[in-house]
């Protein structure tokens, strides 16, 4: 079973702990990762796109010219597509572009994602992640003790007293904080460091193993 050390907020070893191999040492499975990413990436698509057609635009009830006899090419409707103000052809209409993808597909994708970071030695464990107070200065602190010097995704567990953390870290461009439940595939994926506290690790081994 894969191990890793437990560092604590200065940085200093606390202790070793073996993880799931089921989680963090699986062989990453690239399409799953690619399918989900997808699948996140269309989410965030509002589809809100409209034109009016020919049938939708105001006015052109009336012919322009009868039909015959002017000399002129034929003409319905002003409104017809050719027309300046006309309705448009074939243009975006509201739709849906959410995919499909199923359980054990999300979960193979977040299992690989996890087991790749690992294996890049860009995951790191700590015993806890909590403040007294919400500091920015003090939490760029403990990234360096922790060896972060790019990005980093930090994960806490619903049961971390983090809130002082979270206040602390949002004003950090390179940095976020989710809990392990709303931890997606995209998120891991877009920062070079994952920074898991204990209970973090314990709640995503226990919904993925």
Known sequence: MPKVTVLNQSGANVKEVELNEAVFGIEPHQQSVFDVV???????????????????VSGGGKKPWKQKGTGRARQGSIRAPQWRGGGIVFGPTPRSYSLKVNRKVRRLALKSVLSEKLAEQNLIVVDTFSFEAPKTKEFNKVLEALSVATSALIVVADTDDAYNAYLSARNLANVAMVTADNMSVYDVLAFDKLVMTEAAIAQVEEVLA
Do not use: Y
């Open 38 to 56: 997808m699948m996140q990436r269309a989410s965030w698509r509002q589809g809100t796109h409209d034109v009016k057609n020919r049938r939708e």
